[in-house]
């Protein structure tokens, strides 16, 4: 419970109006096994396994605010320690980062006469709006550039040196999938300082892995806990892919959707040697139980064509390092968006709910006053109810009891227990 005097809840985290530098887009692709399983009972429920899942390989993007710390790239790897060598390489990637971040970082701002005599002046801190108390006005400034931004309280400035170092991975969908691979290899570079934190809704659905300390920290978040559509859907709703037209040196007329990948099909590495797009028939999904249509697989081939691909590896690359970079395109004008008219970086949310909440508290400045006394917790929570409730949807329900108008004494309603329970009477001729 709260502490009296330490129980009002507004928006503190005002550190989270500063941009994050540096954010990885990242992706997964895997073999698709096919697996044999017993008949099922087919009076019983079952889950009928269909193929086991293999990572192959991974893309990743290093999107990057300051060039000079760490260069904007993509880098990608195919083999079955895929796995393996994506947290290898994250983890490399980390470090370096976190490193120059270290040498490069500026401890004192660069202030004019201007910004000199203007924070001398200020009585309160410019990120929270506090009053300042005796001794504790400092010359906040950004760490990287050493740019200096206002007079703040020593609480905020802490907080947005920490906020430099926190470094989001994105893997869209990653909860339900990408995570799963990456939690037995992140283990592995556990120490003394580094650990692995799991925020999860149950055993297979990851809202967030921490690894790091208080002091630097990467986090592997769900893009699409925020934008909460398909990539294919997403790609239709945009126009611009600054990213994706950079990589490809602006050949990307044929790039500017999600490609069209016989999943089923890669089951081994050798896949990857076939001189040639596999046939429409081979992109069947056994899920959707259905193919792509002709226009899907002419513009695949048109793809195949353009980009000059000589097997099928070159294609799984090609397709790989696109969704990526769309990716990578949609969440940075997702962000741009947020922090232009909401001044918040989704970065350090873990979902669109969490977001919705920190731009509410903003917005309103409201100061919720929380409940500190056990006992008023307690007679609130005994005071909650069930009801009617359930989707329902199209249905008409009419009241039928003895105080209403058509009540007949001679009508039972039964649930449907005493249902089958009736059934079985009137089989046995006792009614």
Request: one cysteine or more.
């Amino acid at each position: 419970m709260p502490k009296p005097g330490k129980n009002i809840l507004k928006f503190n985290n005002h550190h989270f109006k500063n941009r994050l530098p540096f954010v990885i887009y990242c992706d997964f692709e895997a073999y698709n096994i096919p697996m044999q399983s017993c008949t099922p009972d087919p009076n019983k429920s079952y889950i009928k396994p269909i193929s086991k899942q293999e990572i192959n390989s991974y893309g990743m993007y290093v999107h990057s605010d300051y060039p000079e710390i760490y260069k904007p790239q993509y880098f990608s790897y195919v083999g079955d320690d895929a796995v393996e060598k994506y947290v290898e390489k994250v983890m490399k990637i980390f470090k370096e980062i976190t490193y120059k971040i270290y040498l490069n970082e500026k401890k004192k701002p660069i202030l004019n006469n201007h910004e000199e005599d203007e924070f001398q002046e200020a009585t309160g801190c410019y990120i929270c709006g506090e009053e300042f108390k005796e001794s504790e006005k400092v010359r906040e400034h950004n760490h990287l550039s050493g740019k200096y931004r206002g007079a703040a309280c020593q609480s905020c400035n802490t907080k947005e040196g920490k906020a430099t170092k926190l470094i989001p991975v994105f893997f869209h969908n990653g909860s339900n999938y990408d995570f799963h691979f990456l939690i037995e290899e992140l283990m592995k570079y556990e120490d003394e300082y580094n650990k692995v934190k799991l925020l999860s809704k149950n055993s297979e659905n990851y809202i967030s892995i921490d690894y790091g300390s208080n002091y630097k920290k990467l986090r592997f978040l769900d893009s699409y806990r925020f934008m909460l559509k398909g990539l294919s859907d997403i790609a239709k709703s945009m126009d611009e892919f600054p990213i994706l037209e950079k990589e490809f040196k602006g050949n990307i007329a044929l790039l500017k959707q999600k490609g069209f990948y016989p999943y089923e099909y890669i089951d081994s590495i050798k896949k990857f040697e076939d001189k040639k797009l596999p046939e429409i028939e081979i992109f069947y999904s056994k899920l959707k139980k259905e193919t792509i249509t002709k226009e899907e697989y002419k513009h695949a081939q048109r793809v195949w064509e353009h980009y000059n691909c000589k097997t099928l590896l070159d294609y799984h690359n090609l397709y790989l390092k696109t969704d990526v970079l769309i990716l990578a395109d949609a969440f940075e004008k997702f962000r741009k968006f947020f922090i232009k008219y909401h001044e918040i970086d989704p970065c350090y949310c873990y979902s669109a709910p969490g977001l919705t909440w920190q731009c509410g508290l903003k917005y309103t400045e409201i100061k919720l006053e929380l409940l500190t006394d056990v006992d008023m917790l307690q007679m609130f929570e005994k005071g909650i109810r069930g009801g009617f409730s359930g989707v329902l949807g199209p249905r008409h329900v009419k009241a039928f009891n003895k105080y209403t108008s058509n009540y007949n004494e001679d009508y039972r309603i039964i649930d449907e227990h005493e249902k089958k329970e009736c059934l079985e009477l009137l089989k046995e001729g006792k009614t």
